[in-house]
Nanobody
């Protein structure tokens, strides 16, 4: 499975931005897509995830109500719709994927076998 993230950019606080992640290769019924982010000098943190078959989603508390993860299975795309952006959302955003990730591990970086390159999101105040 290969992942290609895109859509980052420079926006102002309060703006919206949509990140895209294109997937290629075979996916299974247990496929999970996730988004993580890494701010300068910090660890890579979980943002959101979606189970491909059931569309069940999980969000970090810091983005709940502002971000939405969406999947388009026909085109093998996943999106991260980011609304009401804040300066603290500034980071490099990575899409990730894996098979058979259990719910209790869905926020763990180590659960994801496949990673795309990052896309930088900068939110100015």
């Amino acid at each position: 499975v290969q992942l290609q993230a895109s859509g980052g950019g420079l926006v102002q606080a309060g703006d919206s931005l949509r990140l895209s992640c294109a997937t290629s290769g075979r996916t299974s019924s247990t496929f999970v897509m996730g988004w993580f982010r890494q701010a300068p000098g910090k660890e890579r943190d979980f943002v959101a995830a979606i189970k491909w078959s059931s569309r069940i989603t999980k969000y970090a508390d810091s983005v709940k109500g502002r971000f939405a993860i969406i999947r388009d299975s026909a085109n093998q795309m996943a999106y991260l719709q980011m609304n009401s952006l804040r300066p603290e959302d500034t980071a490099v955003y990575y899409c990730a994927a894996g098979n058979g990730i259990i719910q209790s591990s869905i926020q763990s970086r180590d659960a994801y076998a496949y990673w795309g390159q990052g896309t930088l999101v900068t939110v100015s105040s």
